[in-house]
């Protein structure tokens, strides 16, 4: 059984690693191509567009998706209710987006946004749709089918949205890209799913009933989390305008990359795997820090060495245009080394069947979170960020603890996990930004990628130095 297990999640950090590359790069080429051919305005636009949309989303399942994982045995006709339930809620969505556009066009003082809106609920006629073949494909740790779903999906949308954004489409181009890749998704999980289970035409919330306790503090949580995440788009868009969140929005995408694309590939197996061992502390105390090792080792060199070399990034890779968000995305950087660190915070409560204390933490932080967020505002889009900034220290020494206590970790084995990839990153910090003090009057692409080949050889070499078994652990997982 353990050998099992182990072989599914090497698997599935496997393929979630090779779905984070290949996907990371085809986003990071679509963004750059999009930033040229659409203004601040239009991503500012589609910002708010994503504000309404989050909002919708996170009611999408009512939290059943991550109960559904965490419950170990579901009967097929529970499957088929979750189904069908998922398929409701998601058309009472989309009329609830119709119906109510026009309260978020008054809010954001666009006008325009209430006809993009339109187009942009029909996600959820066609999403919900392959909700459950998602969450099943993760419950069994199939990861590399959903590997190879989630980069066609990505392929689909970059093709799409670029060749609409060609058409002079604008905002519409990023909707329509969405929309395309949600209904070549859901095509593609029917294809996997049609030998093996497809949903019947049967519904029983009695038969559900049970996993809403838990589905009912994730749908709380999520709600939270989401104006949590969000609270700046609002501020932002309410505030100062479509162009100023564009600016702002780009600088946040680019920052989220690394988080978004390289913790998953840990976080996405960690949870179903926490679940099947929630009762052996050991063991998840041994996984989460493994976790948050491989996690701070790729996304601490990432972030810090885009602190030094954003101002010729964004210059080189998006254009003159954007140089507004040279700053914001530098104090991102800062921002994304405690968020990378408390992304597998959510896998270990929910493994743990505490929803509850992930939806009181993110209600009490949206609290704080939008306070000084609104005094940040004061000083625009940069204010806003260094909001962000100043609470992540007192929210880590917050949340940090209670994650502890659950699994009994002690805080000096969690810093022992992360002090190398700290260590190793500040040496390379150490070697770069002389060299751009001494290459300074060279050509600004040379200069970049000299920054970059330099950085990633001084932090690899530190790390090898220091511990050579990482680097036979990863190409164990490799091969």
């Not at 890209?177 to 859901?186: K, N």
């Amino acid at each position: 059984m353990i050998d099992e297990l182990r072989a599914q999640v090497v698997s599935g950090v496997k393929w979630s690693g090779t779905s984070m590359g290949i996907i990371t790069t085809l986003q990071f080429i679509t963004l750059a191509i999009l930033a040229r051919l659409l203004s601040p305005s239009d991503f500012g636009l589609m910002g708010m567009i994503m504000v309404v949309i989050g909002f919708a989303q996170a009611f999408a399942d009512m939290g059943l998706s991550n109960a559904l994982i965490q419950r170990q045995g579901v009967p097929e006709n529970h499957l088929s209710s979750f189904f069908w339930i998922n398929v409701l809620s998601g058309i009472i969505l989309f009329g609830g987006i119709v119906l109510l556009r026009q309260l978020a066009a008054i809010y954001f003082k666009e006008p325009i946004l209430s006809r993009y809106l339109i187009f942009a609920a029909f996600i959820f006629l066609i999403t919900p749709a392959g909700q459950i073949f998602t969450t099943l494909l993760k419950k069994e740790l199939r990861f590399r089918a959903l590997s190879k779903t989630e980069i066609a999906g990505t392929v689909v949308y970059s093709a799409s949205a670029i060749g609409f954004a060609l058409a002079k489409f604008g905002v519409l181009s990023l909707i329509f890209g969405q929309l395309i890749r949600s209904l070549f998704t859901v095509g593609i999980l029917f294809f996997i799913f049609r030998k093996t289970w497809l949903p019947r035409f049967h519904l029983s919330i009695k038969e559900i009933r049970s996993y809403l306790s838990f589905g009912v503090y994730q749908m709380g949580e999520r709600v939270v989390n989401y104006f949590s995440a969000n609270i700046d788009y609002i501020v932002i868009g309410r505030f100062l305008g479509p162009t100023a969140l564009g600016f702002y929005a780009l600088a946040y995408q680019i920052m989220i990359f690394p988080l978004s694309k390289i913790n998953p590939v840990i976080t996405q197996v960690a949870f179903p795997t926490f679940s099947k061992i929630k009762d052996d502390n050991p063991r998840i105390r041994r996984g989460y820090c493994k976790a948050i090792n491989y996690i701070s080792m790729l996304s601490f060199p990432m972030l810090a060495g885009m602190l030094v070399i954003a101002p010729e990034f964004i210059r080189i890779v998006y254009g003159a245009k954007w140089e507004p968000s040279i700053i914001v995305l530098q104090i991102f950087c800062l921002v994304g080394v405690f968020k990378s660190l408390g992304n597998p915070v959510g896998s270990v409560l929910l493994a743990k069947g505490r929803a509850d204390i992930g939806f009181y933490w993110n209600l009490f932080s949206v609290i704080i979170v939008a306070i000084a967020e609104i005094i940040g505002a004061n000083w625009g889009i940069v204010g806003v960020a260094i909001a962000i900034l100043i609470l992540q220290v007192p929210f880590f020494f917050i949340i940090q603890p209670i994650v502890n206590r659950l699994i009994v970790l002690k805080f000096g084995q969690y810093f022992k996990a992360i002090q190398l990839p700290f260590l190793c990153s500040v040496i390379m910090l150490a070697g770069i930004i002389p060299l751009k003090m001494v290459l300074g009057n060279i050509n600004i692409l040379p200069l970049l990628i000299t920054a970059i080949a330099v950085g990633a050889i001084i932090y690899t070499v530190s790390y090898y130095i220091k511990d050579r078994d990482i680097f036979l652990e990863l190409k164990s997982i490799l091969k």
